[in-house]
């Protein structure tokens, strides 16, 4: 059910890193790590499983808007998941 913005002492805007804020152009992030970055964490903090699914809701269609920014690179092996990096001049 909505709720009224007068019940919130104070709003914020709703403002998302850039890849080229985020990330660094050398190298390659897993969507979990890139969803530690969007969140100010370190991209190895431990976290409750429950926490990082809800930050993977936010990081997932961060990727997907910035794919034109991206470059994607294969698992390593089947247990690994994806990378995902700056897309670079190189």
């Known amino acids: 059910m909505p709720i009224p913005k007068s019940e919130f002492d104070q709003l914020f805007?709703?403002?998302f890193s850039t890849p080229e804020d985020l990330l660094e152009p050398d190298q390659l992030?897993?969507?979990?790590e890139i969803a530690r970055?969007?969140?100010q964490l370190d991209p190895d903090a431990e976290l409750e499983a429950e926490t990082e699914d809800v930050l993977l809701d936010w990081a997932i269609?961060?990727?997907m808007v910035h794919a034109d920014d991206l470059v994607i690179a294969d698992p390593r092996s089947e247990d690994e998941?994806?990378?995902?990096g700056l897309q670079t001049d190189e």
Do not use: F, K, M, N
């Open 61 to 63: 269609p961060w990727v």
């Open 81 to 84: 998941p994806g990378y995902y």
């Open 13 to 15: 805007p709703c403002e």
């Open 29 to 32: 992030y897993t969507v979990y």
């Open 37 to 39: 970055l969007l969140q």
